[in-house]
């Protein structure tokens, strides 16, 4: 059976008591064009920066059946950085336990000034990660961006990396960020994007899609936080009308609605987030009128 066809069910979802998640198949899951090749890829992806964990399998279990669960939804992006601690190597064992390489969009960071040490860091990464090239390369935070992207050119040409990409979650940042955007070609760029913090979409996310740039949006939660501002809360009834069965879904829908939107990558550790993530992009999206809805309602608490 095709893996694009198999459902959730028979893969143990139905344990999890969710009718949404029982029924829903990867096939269902929401893919958009990378604007630079046209290659399709799953609209939620998996953060990774809690994933710097040791050895144990008491602290690399949870991490597994989180990746499990997103390869049974099909799999797609899955961020890291050389920065998340030993998240690197966590994933390239438990990517190659799962066997499941081929279901990845694999996306990693440069964060050096030098380009010999942005090299060995870039080298080290794809030894970490098993891989003998990446899907994507990233400066991570601006850090170098003038030494590194001479490098990430020169190895997207040879074949190590498929994409290149910038990233922030800065708003301090965004001003120089423009400017690199403007005036080089990238295939992405990762910004913070959520009901709390929409600044991105003032300038950044129309710059991406007028330059054909793929936009990646991280911190979707807040890191998190957006969950206790909500927490006292019902969903709304009009939010149901577009499928929102949790706050999740709620604010993943507002951030990847936005048209510039490629990809949202929420952090995951836990096998039930990675389908109630996934859930959210098996319906359609708020429509403009409704995300006025959203923020108005955010605003509101
Ligand atoms: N400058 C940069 O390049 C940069 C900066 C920041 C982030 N990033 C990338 O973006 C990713 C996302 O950022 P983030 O992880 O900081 O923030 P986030 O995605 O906004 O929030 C992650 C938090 O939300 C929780 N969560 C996820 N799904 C949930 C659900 N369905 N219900 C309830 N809680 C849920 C997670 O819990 P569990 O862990 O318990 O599942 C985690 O505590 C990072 O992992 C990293 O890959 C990049």
């Not at 029924?23 to 809690?50: D, H």
């Not at 206790?228 to 990847?256: D, H, M, N």
Request: hydrophobic share 40%.
């Amino acid at each position: 059976m095709d893996r694009r066809t198999f459902t959730l069910a028979a893969l143990g979802a139905t344990a999890l008591g969710s009718m949404r998640l029982s029924s829903a198949s990867a096939s269902e899951v929401a893919k958009r064009a990378i604007p630079s090749t046209g290659e399709q890829i799953p609209i939620i992806g998996l953060g990774t920066n809690r994933y710097g964990v040791d050895e144990s399998d008491e602290a690399r279990a949870p991490l597994r059946e989180s990746l499990q669960r997103f390869r049974a939804w099909g799999g797609g992006m899955i961020d890291t950085a050389p920065m998340y601690r030993t998240s690197e190597s966590v994933l390239g064992d438990l990517i190659a336990e799962i066997d499941m390489r081929n279901t990845v969009f694999l996306a990693t960071k440069v964060d050096k000034n030098s380009p010999e040490s942005a090299r060995t860091q870039m080298l080290s990464s794809h030894e970490k990660l098993k891989s003998e090239a990446v899907d994507l390369m990233q400066i991570h935070n601006l850090r170098g961006w003038q030494t590194s992207l001479p490098l990430l050119n020169e190895w997207k040409e040879s074949g190590r990396a498929r994409y290149t990409g910038i990233s922030t979650s800065r708003s301090s940042q965004y001003e120089e960020l423009e400017m690199i955007l403007t005036n080089h070609n990238l295939d992405f760029v990762q910004l913070n994007y959520s009901l709390e913090q929409r600044e991105s979409a003032e300038r950044l996310m129309p710059l991406a899609a007028d330059r054909g740039i793929g936009v990646i949006i991280n911190r979707a939660f807040g890191g998190g936080r957006l969950f206790r501002a909500v927490a006292t809360q019902k969903i709304p009834e009009w939010a149901k009308e577009f499928g929102c069965e949790s706050w999740a879904q709620f604010l993943l829908k507002y951030a990847l609605s936005h048209p510039a939107a490629t990809v949202a990558i929420p952090g995951m550790t836990k096998a039930r987030h990675v389908d109630d993530n996934f859930a959210a992009a098996t319906t359609r999206m708020p429509t403009p009128a409704e995300r006025k809805l959203q923020e108005a309602f955010f605003d509101d608490l």
